[in-house]
């Protein structure tokens, strides 16, 4: 099971730009479609975005589409959410995971789960 570790949060200003950074202690993420996912306090977990094992497809909540952007580099192992025009709602705790899968699997295939990293959003 990969360990994950997220980097990258912080306090932002509404309107601000974050670059959150997801990479696995020890191994590649080559084969393992990767998403990111957030929760709130008092709310559901959501997925925020997802990118397939080839970096090809990729797919966002209706919430941050044309705001955020998922890539990766598998040949520094890391996958990375720039997140622009922030609003306080995207104020949660970020996760990344990963599933040794080619295409983004529905939420339980998830198996391997990183720490977390909080992104405030707040004048």
């Known amino acids: 099971q990969l360990q994950l570790v997220e980097s990258g949060g912080g306090l932002v200003q509404p309107g601000g730009s974050l670059r959150l950074s997801c990479a696995a202690s020890g191994f590649t993420l080559d084969g393992y479609a990767v998403g990111w996912f957030r929760q709130a306090p008092g709310k559901e977990r959501e997925r925020v975005s997802c990118i397939s094992s080839s970096g090809v497809t990729t797919n966002y909540a209706d919430s941050v589409k044309g705001r955020f952007t998922i890539s990766r580099d598998n040949a520094k192992y890391t996958v990375s959410l720039q997140m622009n025009s922030l609003k306080p709602e995207d104020t949660a705790i970020y996760y990344c995971?990963?599933?040794?899968?080619?295409?983004?699997?529905?939420?339980?295939?998830?198996?391997?789960w990183g720490q977390g990293t909080q992104v405030t959003v707040s004048s």
């Open positions: 995971a990963a599933a040794r899968r080619r295409l983004c699997p529905s939420d339980p295939d998830f198996g391997s």
